[in-house]
């Protein structure tokens, strides 16, 4: 790999790591401002709003300019949003305006790869940014839950500046001051970032003309046979993953008596989990045999209804890794399927909006759903036993869907045969 690929990768990782950490400071703000729990699981719908709305026409503006470039304003964005949180405005508004930043940024940090390596390069390059975002998403939950806790607060609140009054006086803006610096830390190596000379000369600027496009796209691959059990499969889990975050927070506080910066300890076991799982998979599983992992989607969701049964922290840590084991093991032989179709079928870029979008529509759903059952102060164990049986049965009826597209091919082909 160039030194060009390192540089995205530190980017990436920064830029990652302060989403992460942002998201427990931003739930922090919503508890000392005595916000009602509906609304923590709406900070995560607000960061995804802007995937789902503007899915059609990022790809586009990440191929208008230089992608290190995109990367650049798209951080500043970010930036613009966490100063929005310093200035008081509700956490929620504050938040989405970094998922705007987070959206823009998202199809230029895969597009850049395309324009930088050779073909053969490209499984392992996405398996270091899978990788180093999944490092990222252990870092950042750990990182929040030290930036709101006491000793982390009191450790940056007793950093004096001689000669400077920075104004920072509480937690919550301490810890957003940190997750500032970590953005701007990804801004400059946003701008080390080679210019790799692609340009895109005919790029569509008509709105009407870029939605179009984009349902063609997306129609292409749920019409694909392989296509559509790979997109509903990840579909499905990244909404079960987003919810699973607020579940366990609120697990952690219901039934192990954990604080808010103690729990985020348990969302780091997952995503190592999902890790070793990913890690796993990646040696175990060819492309071709990938949708033979589906019934371990169906196992998965049976475990996470355990959790109701379980009061002891200790129990808590293996049975976490566990289902994170489960998801990352499930999940990337879906994913690699799922981008060798879309590469197949249509570009990356516009394969990876129609992923975004699905994947983040079912994010906005799945959250949603949940807040409902927050507000009507439905039991956390009948939340829980829900969640696990869902995830369970659509992934069973994936399969069996999987099944009859197997099928109907083998007698279309035996059909072939007999005319010959």
């Given amino acids: 790999m160039n030194r060009g690929f390192y540089t995205i990768m530190a980017a990436q990782f920064f830029s990652s790591l302060a989403d992460n950490a942002l998201l427990f400071v931003a739930i922090d703000v919503l508890v000392t401002m005595n916000a009602p729990a509906s609304l923590t699981p709406l900070l995560k719908l607000s960061f995804v709003l802007f995937y789902v709305l503007l899915a059609a026409f990022v790809g586009a503006f990440a191929d208008s300019l230089p992608k290190g470039r995109v990367m650049f304003i798209a951080n500043l964005i970010k930036v613009f949003g966490c100063a929005l949180m310093f200035m008081t405005v509700h956490p929620l508004l504050a938040y989405a305006v970094v998922g705007f930043g987070a959206a823009v940024y998202s199809p230029a940090k895969y597009g850049i790869l395309t324009e930088l390596l050779p073909p053969e390069k490209l499984v392992p390059a996405n398996g270091w940014i ?7 998403i252990i870092f950042g939950t750990v990182l929040g839950g030290a930036l709101v806790s006491d000793k982390g607060s009191a450790l940056i609140l007793g950093l004096d500046l001689p000669f400077i009054d920075t104004g920072i006086d509480t937690v919550s803006e301490a810890a957003m001051a940190v997750v500032v610096v970590i953005y701007l830390l990804a801004a400059l190596f946003n701008l080390r970032i080679p210019d790799t000379g692609a340009r895109y000369e005919h790029q569509q600027h008509n709105p009407m003309k870029l939605i179009a496009d984009f349902a063609n796209c997306s129609a292409t691959l749920w019409k694909d046979k392989l296509g559509q059990i790979s997109l509903a499969v990840t579909t499905l889990f990244w909404g079960a993953g987003a919810t699973l975050q607020f579940i366990v927070l609120k697990w952690a506080e219901r039934s192990l008596h954990m604080p808010l910066d103690k729990a985020t300890s348990l969302i780091g076991v997952v995503a190592i989990g999902v890790a070793v799982g990913a890690a796993m998979a990646a040696h175990v599983v060819p492309l071709r045999k990938s949708l033979t992992v589906i ?55 516009h394969s990876i909006a129609v992923q975004n979008f699905n994947e983040n529509l079912s994010i906005l759903t799945m959250l949603a759903l949940y807040a409902i059952m927050i507000t009507l102060n439905v039991d956390l164990t009948i939340i829980i036993v829900l969640f696990g049986l869902s995830i369970a049965g659509i992934t069973f009826l994936i399969m069996r869907r999987h099944q009859y597209n197997q099928a109907q091919h083998d007698s279309l082909a035996l059909i072939g045969e007999h005319k010959h």
């Fill in 130 to 136: 899978e990788g180093l975002t999944v490092m990222s």
């Fill in 295 to 349: 019934p371990v989607g169906i196992v998965m969701g049976l475990v996470v209804t355990i959790m109701v049964f379980v009061h002891e922290v200790i129990i808590a840590y293996p049975l976490l890794a566990l289902i994170g084991f489960l998801s990352g093991f499930f999940l990337v032989p879906m994913n690699a399927l799922l981008q060798h179709r879309g590469h197949v079928l249509m570009s990356a870029g």
